[in-house]
């Protein structure tokens, strides 16, 4: 009777780990459905964004021709804000310089210029 009853509890025993694997096999297949949903989302956008990626890149390169035709280059743009400062400086300097003048001249012989005699 012995040898039954350890039969026995083996089977119930074998019974009980068939019964977990097949639980924890469900619940991987469910987690591997999920897997390959979420991958084939990830792929779409992936796709999605590498056509982005080549349309950007398309108008970046129209734009580059649009602006090598144009004729603008950095060292342009440079001696432009360079000379640009030169001028502000320039009108900084005259207007420091010739503001106290001209006003001077406007307060103190305009006056005297518009007198009536």
Known sequence: MGQLADAKAKIAQGAAEEEQAKVKLAMQQKELAASEARLKTHAKE???NVKKVENLTKVV???????EASGWSVEKEKDLERALKEVRDQVKILTDVCWP??????VLIAPVGT???
Do not use: P, Q, T, V
Not at 101 to 106: E, M, Q, R, V
């Open 46 to 48: 992936a796709g999605d």
């Open 61 to 67: 390169k129209d734009f580059e021709r649009k602006i």
């Open 101 to 106: 003048i001209l006003f001077l001249n406007y």
């Open 115 to 117: 007198r009536k005699g």
